[in-house]
């Protein structure tokens, strides 16, 4: 019998606490959230007349005490606003701009000076020659007429059985420019 009253107890003080909880709602609203939107919309309307477009209400935006900056108008509504100064741009090559930072060279040849290159053969197919040069630490490349090797923006102007004809450009003390053809040959084996 104690044991049905005390049921009968925690059932009507979770029926109250229910029918409480469902009359009263603790929290903004759909309307609330529909009337604070439509006010940060016309605060960006206003402030939208202070984008740089707008030049007539610019001034009078800076004036009168409302956000002239056009990321500040944004960010109450959650938008973005992307302003491209001084920032990479996000479409260029990160392999072009790798080459941009070694000082316009291209090629990793042109990292060495010519004393520092051997070359060890020379391969053609009729008219196609090309050599096969080696950097100091052992790395091979092959190159072809009018490629640019050297620190000097030299040029293969020939490639021939055995040697390798390349044009230098030297800035003089002078300060003249002048150029300087380099004949590389290929190293005879000594021994056997």
Request: glycine residues 10%; negative net charge.
């Given at each position: 019998?104690?044991?049905?009253r005390?049921m009968?107890?925690v059932t009507?003080v979770?029926v109250?606490?229910?029918?409480?909880?469902?009359?009263?709602?603790?929290?903004?609203?759909?309307?609330?959230?529909?009337?604070?939107?439509?006010?940060?919309l016309?605060?960006?309307?206003?402030?939208?007349?202070?984008?740089?477009?707008?030049?007539?209400?610019?001034?009078?935006?800076?004036?009168?005490?409302?956000?002239?900056?056009?990321?500040?108008?944004?960010?109450?509504?959650?938008?973005?606003?992307?302003?491209?100064?001084?920032?990479?741009?996000?479409?260029?090559?990160?392999?072009?701009?790798?080459?941009?930072?070694?000082?316009?060279?291209?090629?990793p040849?042109?990292?060495?000076?010519?004393?520092?290159?051997?070359?060890?053969?020379v391969?053609?197919?009729?008219?196609?020659?090309r050599?096969?040069?080696?950097?100091?630490?052992?790395?091979?490349?092959?190159?072809?007429?009018?490629?640019?090797?050297?620190k000097?923006?030299g040029?293969?102007?020939?490639?021939q059985?055995?040697?390798?004809?390349?044009?230098?450009?030297?800035?003089?003390?002078?300060?003249?420019?002048?150029?300087?053809?380099?004949?590389?040959?290929?190293?005879q084996?000594?021994?056997g």
């Amino acid at each position: 019998m104690a044991r049905t009253r005390w049921m009968i107890a925690v059932t009507a003080v979770l029926v109250l606490a229910l029918g409480a909880c469902s009359q009263n709602t603790s929290g903004p609203t759909a309307s609330d959230y529909q009337k604070q939107r439509a006010e940060i919309l016309a605060k960006h309307n206003r402030n939208a007349a202070t984008l740089p477009g707008n030049q007539q209400q610019g001034a009078q935006g800076a004036g009168d005490g409302t956000a002239a900056d056009p990321g500040a108008a944004l960010d109450d509504i959650g938008a973005f606003f992307y302003d491209p100064v001084g920032k990479r741009d996000p479409f260029r090559s990160f392999i072009q701009d790798h080459k941009s930072l070694d000082d316009g060279i291209d090629s990793p040849l042109e990292k060495f000076d010519l004393g520092q290159l051997e070359v060890v053969g020379v391969v053609w197919r009729g008219n196609r020659r090309r050599a096969l040069i080696l950097d100091p630490s052992g790395q091979a490349y092959v190159v072809a007429e009018g490629d640019t090797i050297g620190k000097n923006a030299g040029t293969i102007l020939a490639i021939q059985d055995s040697t390798m004809l390349v044009r230098e450009k030297y800035v003089d003390f002078h300060g003249d420019q002048t150029e300087k053809e380099i004949e590389m040959r290929i190293r005879q084996s000594q021994g056997g």
